[in-house]
């Protein structure tokens, strides 16, 4: 079974499978990147990695008008139960879950996670998605930790890394994570999106090929991956 996976720019995916639209990191609103529209989008299941803006983004909007259920750490739930969401599945790091289309499980991320009201946001995570026979880890905002190296043990097809620095990992750490997951697949995010984290993702494509062996896939805002 086949696995739709589409870059929405900075740490946002719509991913597809088996009839279900994963929305992850919905930053649509405010993102000078982002091809759709927050009204635009259709979801069954949102997933929030941490509570900055850049990631949460649409979140309330989107789930009050889909009726999406959001998987986020058990803070962010609360939190969105206070902003009228009810359809919620709290998870926390290194427990996993068996949703109809396939598992998530939360992942570590060395970063910060307060909502854009001020409000605790628990831990940052990452997410491991095994989607049928495919595993995507999404490592969202973090830096670069030597635990990378377990995650790759789980056999990894697609690794979606931060490449931006100044809030994430840069281009340097990022090979070193690609060398740490050993993922067939690497896809370059978290970049351009502001000033502060302009990078050049070709040049990071080629030490990726040439310094590690998995491949490296540039997508453009709103271009899809099918694995
Ligand atoms: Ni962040
Ligand atoms: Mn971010």
Redesign the pocket.
Known sequence: MTSKVTWLS??AFLIEHEGAKLLI?P?LTGNPLCPIKAKEIEADYILVS?G?G??IGDTVAIAKRTGAMVIANFEICNWLDTQGIKNVHPQHIGGGFDYPWGRVKLTIAH?GSQLPDGSYGGNPCGFLLTLGDTKIYHA??TGLFYDMKLIGEEGIDLAIL?IGDN??MGPDDALRAVQLLEPATVIPI?YNTFEVINQDPEQWAKRVEQESSAKCRVLKPGETLEL
């Open positions: 900075h740490s990191d930053f941490h900055h850049d990631h970063h969202c905002d931060p809030f994430t978290h």
